[in-house]
């Protein structure tokens, strides 16, 4: 034993001297020098999980990251196609006293560890697919799927950091019923949902989705990360909001809607959105005002949104989950494409913005002591990406503005925290 701990010190050791001798590894993150923005995420991932801790230079070339100049680090990069510099003690001193000057709006973060990732999501999924788990595989990023069982047996405090899959937690399948209710997939997932329910004690499936987001909800109180993309953001506060009251029209659930039903939602339970109307009838592929899909009128040329600025020294988390190459992002639509800024809570952060259309993209919260992250649309680099259409490739889309905001979101909870001023 004593052995073996005296190796792990010399290993250590030895994949730290050369940051002590002055040799780093400088990952560029901006738009003109970098090959594969989505790798380099992966990469720093990668050495978090080595046990070596990396630093996150915010607003420094696109949010740069420095490793230490080790030769496993440096074939990792190559292999992955990350484009990279070999910088002296010197040289990483003055891009550090750039950063720390007061007059520059630049921050460094530490990354200490790698979090351990869980995705929210079906078995056997469909042929359409989820944004994160193309990303995560992509970067080679490791997570790990859970679903109702493992949420409702408390698996989700193995995770740092969760993903919730374009679901639909109001038990109504997706509101999918009048253009799908005949297609074998639906009626085949109607069928398999029932049959989950059943075997988790439910009599409905908006019953077993209900307490499944109120696990989700605890899991970020007491301390996690939550991130959730198109219809998983807006359908999961209306679960909130209307737990212990039955929203679903017979078709969903077999009975009927309570009466009134608008009048007994609780908007104190939502994570994000407050005075939105449920959308009542089970033939509009909608679930409430919340969404501006069928508000938006803008053309697909025009379609982009903002990322907001912030003090990097003093927000250092919206500045994080803000990282990128460029300010204005392309639009891209899902069920949920963004949300009503009249619906959005005054105390959530908007990251990113079409403000010229009064919609929020890129959302963030505080809820307890853990964190939520939504953001709108179904896939960054597929504007409107429709049932039965293939995967995106990402090997064609590697410097992706829109799946950035997805990757800074990975490696938020690996960052040493400080105290947000927003």
Request: glycine fraction near 6%; aromatic fraction near 14%.
């Amino acid at each position: 034993m004593f052995m073996f701990k005296k190796f792990l010190l010399y290993a250590f050791l030895a994949l730290w001297a050369p940051m002590a001798m002055g040799q780093y590894l400088f990952v560029p993150m901006d738009a003109d020098t970098q090959n594969d923005h989505l790798k380099a995420y992966g990469v720093s991932y990668w050495v978090l999980s080595k046990g070596t801790k990396v630093k996150w230079l915010l607003n420094y070339r696109g949010g740069s990251f420095l490793m230490p100049d080790v030769d496993e680090i440096k074939k990792e990069l190559i292999v992955r196609g990350v484009s990279y510099e070999e910088m002296t003690e010197s040289e990483v001193s003055d891009i550090l006293a750039l950063i720390a000057s007061p007059s520059q709006n630049m921050q460094e973060v530490l990354l200490e560890k790698a979090p351990k990732i869980a995705v929210y999501t079906p078995t056997g999924k469909l042929p359409w697919d989820d944004a994160v788990t193309m990303v995560l595989t992509y970067a080679e990023i490791p997570y790990t799927k859970v679903y109702d069982e493992e949420v409702l047996a408390d698996e989700l405090l193995l995770y740092d950091w969760l993903h919730l899959h374009h679901e639909d937690f109001t038990g109504q399948y997706g509101k999918f019923y009048r253009s799908f209710k005949t297609a074998a997939w639906y009626i085949q997932e109607k069928k398999e949902a029932e049959e989950r329910a059943a075997k988790l004690g439910y009599d409905k499936v908006s019953e077993a989705k209900r307490d499944v987001a109120l696990k989700i909800r605890d899991y970020v109180v007491g301390g996690g990360f939550m991130f959730a993309m198109c219809s998983a953001t807006d359908s999961f506060d209306i679960a909130l909001a209307a737990e212990g009251v039955d929203i679903a029209e017979p078709m969903f659930d077999g009975d009927a809607s309570e009466a009134a039903y608008q009048t007994k939602i609780d908007y104190t339970k939502t994570f994000a959105f407050t005075d939105f109307t449920l959308e009542r009838s089970p033939n509009v592929y909608e679930f409430s005002s919340i969404d501006m899909t069928q508000k938006r009128g803008i053309k697909k040329e025009l379609d982009y949104f903002s990322l907001m600025d912030f003090s990097a020294k003093w927000d250092p988390i919206p500045t994080m989950l803000n990282q990128n190459h460029t300010s204005l992002v392309k639009g891209f639509m899902g069920q949920t494409t963004s949300y009503d800024r009249d619906e959005v809570k005054k105390n959530v952060l908007v990251l990113g913005e079409n403000r010229s259309n009064k919609e929020a993209k890129y959302i963030h919260g505080i809820r307890g002591k853990g964190f939520f992250t939504f953001y709108g649309g179904h896939d960054p680099e597929d504007y409107q990406h429709r049932v039965g259409d293939p995967p995106t490739e990402l090997s064609l889309h590697p410097n992706s503005p829109g799946y950035r905001l997805i990757l800074n979101n990975v490696l938020f909870p690996a960052a040493r925290k400080k105290k947000q001023k927003t």
